[in-house]
């Protein structure tokens, strides 16, 4: 099959386009017909390295865990797809191997989901990570409720817009944060937008909150999730996916995990109108690189996704 891996640590340069072996299929296993795959921040900085404390590098490694594509054979042990089924998946194993940027990717039948019956593959493949990430913070971390105002960090990007929705879709009052360009997304999002502005950030969130947020969303880490601490009610919760110092501002540092139940309830929102989800740009699979590099750039209000061609 057509792949792209990386037999070093490094930047864009080092990922190859060529041909790998085919995945072998185990019995919890799906054989996925890739369609699309996401481009996630997460990519990039396994590939640098900078999880290898964490997570064993098998190389060559072929990166990417969100996915889309169809069924083309299901392992001996799994009953909950057939041959055919149109799927999504976060493909998140215990190690970087047998990655999504590939003709076919054998994953784990608890990473998948049915796709949304509204959306295409681009856009099913851009949901799972974002998608989960959004969603495991406000119901798991944040544990958040109806009537709650919740200020959500990088409102205008892939995890914020899509934590917007949620949220707004549980009842809530959202404050999101964006830089100048993505005001009027948050707004489009139907909540109420404030600027990064290391001077004036906390006296934006008091005048929309004098009381303070319920539960604030921080998805950026450094000096912001200070800032973010500052506005928080004298019970407000707290979460970062991307700071550790999150814990000793009394908060939680939250990693997404695969569940395939948390997928089917984010398709459900999708086909039901309250989620949608927005590609900014797609690149043919052998242009993966290029696609790392629009993604590592950053500014843009929509997510970054690898397409596989396949003939009629």
């Not at 080092?14 to 799906?30: A, M, Q, S």
Request: net charge negative; with cysteine.
């Amino acid at each position: 099959m057509k792949a792209i891996s990386y037999s070093r640590y490094g930047g864009p340069e080092v990922l190859e386009y060529g041909e790998r072996p085919d995945p072998k299929v185990g019995p919890d296993d799906v054989l996925v017909k890739v369609r699309a795959a996401a481009v996630n921040p997460v990519d990039w900085k396994a590939q640098a390295g900078y999880l290898d404390g964490m997570i064993d590098a098998v190389f060559p490694v072929i990166p990417g865990w969100d996915v889309s594509g169809v069924v083309v054979q299901p392992g001996v042990s799994v009953t909950e797809f057939t041959v055919g089924d149109e799927v999504m998946g976060y493909v998140r194993e215990d190690f970087l191997a047998r990655g999504t940027f590939a003709e076919y990717v054998a994953a784990p039948v608890r990473t998948l989901a049915r796709k949304p019956r509204t959306l295409g593959f681009e856009e099913s493949a851009a949901l799972p990570l974002a998608g989960l990430t959004a969603y495991q913070v406000l119901h798991q971390a944040l544990a958040v409720r109806s009537g709650d105002t919740v200020l959500v960090h990088a409102a205008a990007g892939g995890v914020g817009a899509m934590a917007v929705q949620i949220a707004r879709h549980l009842g809530c009052r959202v404050i999101g944060a964006a830089r100048e360009a993505g005001q009027e997304r948050i707004r489009e999002l139907s909540a109420e937008p404030v600027v990064y502005d290391e001077h004036t950030f906390v006296q934006q969130i008091r005048a929309l909150a004098p009381e303070g947020v319920d539960a604030a969303f921080d998805t950026l880490g450094g000096p912001f999730l200070k800032r973010t601490a500052d506005v928080l009610a004298p019970e407000g919760r707290l979460a970062s996916v991307a700071d550790g110092e999150v814990l000793a501002l009394g908060g939680r540092y939250f990693w997404v995990r695969p569940d395939p139940d948390d997928l089917a309830a984010l398709a459900g929102l999708v086909d039901e109108g309250a989620l949608s989800v927005r590609v900014a740009r797609t690149f043919p699979l052998e242009k993966a690189a290029d696609a790392q590099r629009a993604n590592r750039e950053g500014g843009l209000q929509g997510k970054v996704v690898v397409t596989v061609a396949w003939p009629d």
